[in-house]
């Protein structure tokens, strides 16, 4: 009998737990920017401690921020990281890498961005704020701005409509980056 309801707790408590990942695979951005600076160098996105948790968070009507679930494929900050690096790149056609620099030349600037709202809305928005930083090597002047972005889900609050409208949002902060910071 003991093993029994054992074995009921146990596959009651696996059918709850969600073991289901959700990767983000933007489309490549469109737009093209031209700058200066051939090597950008991208530090690692600092992310609000739910943002860099493993599991997708919603922040519910009366503030609440609450796990939906499912899991990111990947670590937050490395992922958000690696995909403005290569939006970045394909946007300004320069050589952008996450630090630390691969290659045997310095980058020519340094760019490093700081979340303050990085997760969906019960009502149907993901919204990314925060500021940047562009830090040149030599020449050119710093640049700090901040960024607000809020982007509708296109399914309602589901991992799939988060895990898109993520990606739409890291490729609009490229954009703005591309268009106000790296000129």
Known sequence: MRLLLALLIGFTLAACSSDQRYGVSPPLPDQRVSTGYRGIEIVPVSLPAYGSDQEI????????????????????????????????????????????????????????????????????????????????????????????FSVPLADPVTPGGIVAARGTAITRLATEIAQNGLR
């Open 57 to 148: 968070s919603v922040r519910k009507a009366d503030g609440a921020i609450t796990p939906l679930g499912p899991l990111w494929a990947d670590d937050p900050e490395r992922a958000v990281t690696l995909q403005l690096a290569r939006d970045l790149g394909t946007i300004t056609g320069s050589i952008a890498a996450p630090a630390p620099w691969p290659f045997r030349s310095l980058p020519d600037a340094r760019v490093d961005v700081r979340v303050e709202d990085f997760l969906a809305t019960d009502d149907g928005v993901f919204l990314l704020s925060g500021q940047y930083f562009v830090a040149p090597e030599t020449g050119g002047r710093d640049r700090a701005r901040r960024f607000s």
